[in-house]
């Protein structure tokens, strides 16, 4: 399943220049910000801070490491990007622009599958009335194994039978 974006009042880069600009001591928002904030948010996918430093290399676009990884902190306390942390290292995902949504990963391929589930969400908001408690985020991570995965698994077990 795709995701589909959700209207949203500002864009990325106006919703972080905000952030920035609010903070306790306000800070200001550099070219190399820019670049990266353009570049994560010109497609809707899941990335390493190290995936990331090597496609803002290959696309030309001179951003330090160091810059990479405070502004990732700071784009996830903005609340447009979500971590995810998994047995394979952290990965992050667009938070801002996107409806609530959870993951399962597959432990043999590692691939990340994106879903909603009206259910999902109806018990989350019972559990949260009870106990009057106010959700700032989440983060529901399904760990297993993928169709194609089972599939070639069944396969290889026919195989050696």
Do not use: W
């Amino acid at each position: 399943m795709s995701l589909t974006s959700v209207s949203v009042s500002q864009t990325p880069e106006s919703k972080f220049r905000e952030y920035l600009a609010s903070r306790p001591t306000p800070q200001r928002f550099t070219n190399q910000q820019q670049k990266l904030v353009e570049h994560v948010f010109a497609k809707h996918s899941h990335f390493e801070a190290e995936q990331l430093i090597e496609e803002l290399k290959t696309a030309g676009r001179q951003v330090s490491r160091a810059t990479v990884y405070r502004t990732l902190l700071k784009l996830v306390d903005a609340g447009l990007l979500r971590r995810i942390e998994l047995p394979t290292g952290t990965v992050y995902d667009h938070d801002y622009g996107y409806p609530a949504h959870d993951h399962m990963v597959c432990e043999q391929c590692h691939r990340m599958i994106e879903f909603q589930s009206e259910k999902i969400d109806a018990v989350l908001q019972e559990v949260l009335g009870e106990h009057l408690f106010r959700a700032s985020g989440r983060s529901l991570v399904i760990r297993g194994t993928c169709a194609e995965c089972n599939a070639a698994r069944a396969l290889k077990r026919r195989l050696v039978m």
